[in-house]
């Protein structure tokens, strides 16, 4: 049973930072890319980043370039975020996510609030 258990998020002020995780299991991690996606309250989901399978290639949505590092560690079936001068825009529920064929996989989402 593939199972995404995500980890990490929390509240922070703006320009601190955090590391999310998520932990994978049922499936062979290694062979797909892996993505991050959040939600905002009212919003639709957006797409934040993906990574190979191999984490040669890195891609970014343009809300967090620059700022957002996607990474993976293959041995320990996980998939990272790390996020950087967070700001009150980033506030969201995040999730990892990836593609079994045509069917998609999500965790339940860690909450990440950013606040003064």
């Known amino acids: 049973q593939v199972q995404l258990v995500e980890s990490g998020g929390g509240l922070v002020q703006p320009g601190e930072s955090l590391k999310l995780s998520c932990l994978t299991s049922g499936f062979t991690f290694s062979s797909y890319p892996m993505r991050w996606y959040r939600q905002a309250s009212g919003q639709e989901r957006e797409f934040v980043a993906l990574?190979?399978?191999?984490?040669?290639?890195?891609i970014y949505g343009d809300s967090v370039l620059g700022r957002f590092t996607i990474s993976r560690d293959n041995t320990k079936s996980t998939l990272y975020l790390q996020m950087r001068n967070l700001q009150p825009e980033d506030t969201a529920t995040y999730y990892c996510?990836?593609?079994?064929?045509?069917?998609?996989?999500w965790g339940q989402g860690t909450q990440v609030t950013v606040s003064s």
């Open positions: 996510h990836f593609y079994q064929g045509a069917q998609g996989h």
């Open positions: 990574i190979t399978r191999t984490g040669d290639d890195t």
